[in-house]
Every structure is written in structure tokens, then in C-alpha cells.
């Protein structure tokens, strides 16, 4: 995933992005989510689980874009 890329996402995002994100494969990216390891600050709706943007920028030292 380019900068460009990582600097566009939404302020929520699925497991597989943020994965693809940080170059982790999926199943390793769940697995971790599963046993409160994943990088990222993580959030359960429900049998949702999504990943904060912002946490994975602060992580990948990606510069929060003007108005975020």
C-alpha cells in the first residue's frame, strides 16, 4: 500500500486493510486481533471488528492529512 494510499483510508478500516497496510497476511492479522496483539488500536462492533486509521498511521509514521 503506497503513502498515498495509506493517507486516503477512512477513519475506520477492516482487518484486512489495516493488515495489507503493516504487510501482514490475513490470517496472521486475525489471529493477532483475536489475542489482543495487533499493533493497531482495534475496535469490536459487534462481529465486526474494525482498526483506527489514525492508530495505524501514528504506528507507520504516516502524517495525518490537513483537516483529519
Known amino acids: 500500500m503506497s503513502w498515498e494510499e495509506l493517507r486516503e ?3 475506520l478500516v477492516n482487518v484486512v ?3 495489507r497496510a503493516l504487510g501482514v ?3 496472521k ?3 493477532m486481533v483475536k489475542d489482543g ?3 493497531a488500536r482495534t ?3 459487534g462481529s465486526v471488528t474494525k482498526v483506527s486509521t489514525a492508530s495505524l498511521w501514528e504506528l507507520l509514521g504516516v ?3 490537513a483537516g483529519r
Open 63 to 65: 502524517e495525518r492529512p
Open 37 to 39: 496483539q495487533f499493533p
Open 17 to 19: 486493510t489495516a493488515a
Open 25 to 27: 497476511g490475513r490470517d
Open 9 to 11: 483510508l477512512p477513519p
Open 43 to 45: 475496535l469490536s462492533l
Open 29 to 31: 492479522a486475525y489471529r
